[in-house]
Nanobody, 114 residues
Framework: VQLQASGGGLVQAGGSLRLSCVVS????????MDWYRQAPGKQRELVAA???????NYADSVKGRFTISRDSAGNTVFLQMNSLKPEDTAVYYC?????????WGQGTLVTVSS
């Protein structure tokens, strides 16, 4: 199983980025698809989640700024990040669940300069 995350980079405060995570090699249908992030010296936290039926959930800190979505094939998850703030700086990881198994991507670095 591979989760290939991309789209990170350096952006100024107020800017936007779009993260993508492509999942391959999973035999069974993918259920939940999530984005987590981990800032230096902090614990990994859930940023956004989307179920197989399209129900979404967001951390309070990103509500109204970030949008999670997934493609119709169900193997790619996106995170549109607008109005970025310096405190959004972190490594962003995608995580998916297929039945009872969770899989993690390698992470993509997002740096927001003030």
């Amino acid at each position: 199983v591979q989760l290939q995350a991309s789209g990170g980079g350096l952006v100024q405060a107020g800017g936007s980025l779009r993260l993508s995570c492509v999942v391959s090699g999973v035999i069974f249908p993918i259920n939940d698809m999530d984005w987590y992030r981990q800032a230096p010296g902090k614990q990994r936290e859930l940023v956004a989640a989307i179920t197989s039926t399209g129900i979404t959930n967001y951390a309070d800190s990103v509500k109204g700024r970030f949008t999670i979505s997934r493609d119709s094939a169900g193997n790619t998850v996106f995170l549109q990040m607008n109005s970025l703030k310096p405190e959004d700086t972190a490594v962003y990881y995608c995580n998916v669940r297929s039945r009872l198994t969770y899989y993690w991507g390698q992470g993509t670095l997002v740096t927001v300069s003030s």
